[in-house]
């Protein structure tokens, strides 16, 4: 049974940093290509990250230079660094794997920027 399992939201002030965390179960993990989404209020599910079954990245360029996608095979888990953070980075963020041809999406972490 794949499970992600999304960690890290919190409110921020403008201009700083939190990071999050994905744990991911139930797939061969360092072969698989992973995403970061996220949702703002009344918007439509965006793409924010990527990385490779070969650890190669891209990123929106609503987050470029401020976000890192990362993963950690030892814990199984990918990680999304936001810097600098705005008000629009206020989301409810996701984390996406696709393995065997089968999409599988976490339940989702609030991030909220706001002074």
């Known amino acids: 049974q794949v499970q992600l399992v999304e960690s890290g939201g919190a409110l921020v002030q403008p201009g700083g940093s939190l990071r999050l965390s994905c744990a991911v179960s139930?797939?061969?993990?360092?072969?698989?290509?992973m995403a970061w989404y996220r949702q703002g209020p009344g918007r439509q599910r965006e793409w924010v990250a990527s990385?490779?079954?070969?650890?190669?990245?891209l990123y929106a360029d609503s987050v470029k230079g401020r976000a890192t996608i990362s993963t950690d095979n030892t814990k199984n888990t990918v990680y999304l660094q936001m810097n600098s953070l705005k008000s629009e980075d206020t989301a409810v963020y996701y984390c996406?794997?696709?393995?065997?041809?089968?999409?599988?999406w976490g339940q989702g972490t609030q991030v909220t920027v706001s002074s």
């Open positions: 139930g797939i061969i993990f360092s072969l698989s290509g």
């Open positions: 996406k794997v696709v393995f065997n041809g089968n999409t599988y």
């Open positions: 990385i490779s079954h070969t650890r190669n990245t």
